[in-house]
């Protein structure tokens, strides 16, 4: 199993705008597409405040390739995500990171 941390820097006043499209439609197609939501967080103390975080997990990289690839190229999802973004693009930067557990770790 591998796991997947991507962290979002929020343009000024769409993270309401964020967390809802996550909540409502985006995690419906992550399920779609065999993407499994570990958790999604914002910084409640440290941190930026205009931070998304969530992870997200896979069998392995194969499966991270083919599951993120048919999410970005489902056209309901691209029409979804344009017509949330009509009065401007939610994010300014991505990072994302790819994580392993240890052999002691309880989260495998």
Known sequence: MIYELRSYIVNEGKMPLLKARFG????????????????????AIGGRSDEFLYMLAYEDMGHRERAWQAFQDDPDWQKARADSQVDGAFVHYVENRFLTPTDYSPLK
């Not at 399920?31 to 958790?39: A, C, L, N, Q, T």
Request: charged share 20%; glycine share 10%.
């Open 24 to 43: 409502n439609v985006t995690m419906k197609f992550f399920e779609k597409h065999g993407i499994k939501s570990v958790g999604y967080w914002t910084n």
